[in-house]
């Protein structure tokens, strides 16, 4: 099972709440990503890093920052949560020297009313 | 357009029967393609890997094809378990960028009755 975390797991939110997600590997993966995921859908990249201090956009546009100070840490930010964000999000992590392959935290349920 | 597409999106089997569910894709220029298990509320968790010049990879009663040239990849599970439902994302991965961007279908859901 891949060491990567992510908390809350659920959350229930009221608009206009600043929120933060967390995710922490304890792999050393020079890589992490975060991805947002409707019912039934497929998986959006939004945010991804190729390591400290480096953060980029992804696919999908997304009101949320993120940053990475830390190897192991990546939270993701929304300072004016509304309905819309309603979502589940994924954080993964990878290595580049081992092919990349990417390792799934379980999620965060996030539901703002 | 650089996307993937599975089939069946839903698919209800007994418990020991064997399923096999479809993925085509478009991504190109083409790196490898993955089959991950999602449980509900869960992760995504990868099953099997393979580059452009592989046929077949399997781990355990998981078995996944792939042909290149018509950009079909199938997986095919044996023996089926309950614990197998889930859903099942076939996902594609190109090699025109550093970040070996990923391409996601929107998977199978699979459900196993007893």
């Known amino acids: 099972e891949a060491d990567i975390y992510q908390t809350p797991r659920y959350l229930v939110i009221g608009t206009g709440k600043k929120i933060t997600l967390e995710c922490s590997q304890t792999?050393?993966?020079?890589?992490m990503y975060w991805y947002q995921q409707d019912p039934g859908m497929e998986l959006h990249l939004i945010h991804y890093?190729?390591?400290?201090?480096?953060?980029e956009k992804g696919d999908l546009s997304s009101e949320s920052t993120v940053s990475r100070i830390r190897t192991e840490h990546f939270p993701l930010t929304l300072e004016s949560a509304r309905p819309s964000h309603t979502s589940q999000y994924l954080c993964?992590?990878?290595?580049?020297?081992?092919?990349?392959?990417?390792?799934f935290g379980p999620g965060t349920r996030l539901t703002v009313l | 357009k650089n996307q993937v597409e599975q089939s069946p999106q839903s698919l209800i089997i007994l418990e020991g029967k064997n399923c096999t569910l479809q993925?085509?894709?478009?991504?190109?220029?083409?790196?490898?393609l993955r089959w991950y298990k999602q449980d509900t509320g869960r992760g995504p968790v990868s099953l099997t890997i393979?580059?452009?010049?592989?046929n077949t990879k399997s781990n355990g009663r998981y078995t996944a094809t792939l042909d290149a040239d018509t950009k079909q990849s199938s997986l095919h599970i044996t023996a089926s378990q309950l614990s197998d439902s889930a859903s099942y994302i076939c996902?594609?991965?190109?090699?025109?960028?550093?970040?070996?961007?990923?391409?996601f279908g929107r998977g199978t859901q699979l459900t196993v009755w007893p």
């Open positions: 993964a992590s990878s290595e580049s020297r081992k092919g990349d392959e990417q390792f």
């Open positions: 996902v594609a991965n190109d090699r025109g960028s550093t970040l070996g961007r990923l391409y």
């Open positions: 792999m050393g993966h020079d890589k």
């Open positions: 890093s190729y390591g400290v201090n480096s953060t």
């Open positions: 993925c085509n894709y478009t991504v190109s220029p083409f790196s490898n």
């Open positions: 393979m580059t452009f010049s592989e």
